[in-house]
């Protein structure tokens, strides 16, 4: 009868590889900034699953944005840049709440957008509808309207671009 001493030397099969340490926190949040900007809170939401403790990430968070690898302003900007052709100035602000952006960095973006709304909502309009002329009847005047609604332009700015007025006319 063999021994138990023989049968654990001769193991079957690849051994278990040692547990192999993570990544760090601040090579965890490079890897994401990186790839694009993130907001702080966006960043901390991500990393604090890998955190020590809430200290630790806030330190290398700060330390981030110290260096300038991260920047709410740079995301805030991005962001914008990348939606306001196409959204309103309610899904703009909603979307940059979502994210964990401060509301006098949102209160900045729609004094710089406010002016901008009208003709970004006739051009998603005109883009979708491909048509010049208002919408005739009631029911292509309302699918029309909840369109531009849900893109986040106000019903003011819905209204004129429905019924074809400029920006100028009320």
């Avoid at 030397?9 to 547990?19: C, I, S, T």
């Avoid at 949102?106 to 970004?120: D, G, M, P, T």
């Amino acid at each position: 009868m063999p021994n138990d001493a023989q049968d654990d030397e001769f193991e079957v099969g690849p051994k278990p590889a040692a547990p192999r340490p993570g990544l760090s926190l601040k090579a965890r949040a490079v890897g994401l900034l990186s790839r694009r900007e993130h907001s702080r809170a966006e960043l901390e939401r991500k990393l604090a699953p890998h955190a020590e403790s809430a200290e630790a990430l806030a330190k290398v968070l700060d330390e981030l944005a110290q260096a300038g690898w991260q920047s709410d302003v740079r995301f805030v900007q991005g962001w914008v840049h990348r939606k306001a052709p196409a959204h309103g100035l309610a899904r703009i602000s909603q979307d940059l709440r979502l994210q964990g952006v401060g509301s006098e960095e949102i209160a900045k973006v729609q004094a710089e957008l406010k002016n901008s709304e009208f003709e970004r909502a006739k051009a998603v309009w005109s883009k979708k509808f491909s048509q010049r002329e208002t919408p005739l009847s009631t029911s292509e005047y309302a699918k029309q309207g909840r369109f531009l609604a849900s893109r986040g332009f106000s019903m003011d700015i819905i209204h004129r671009v429905l019924k074809g007025t400029s920006d100028h006319e009320s």
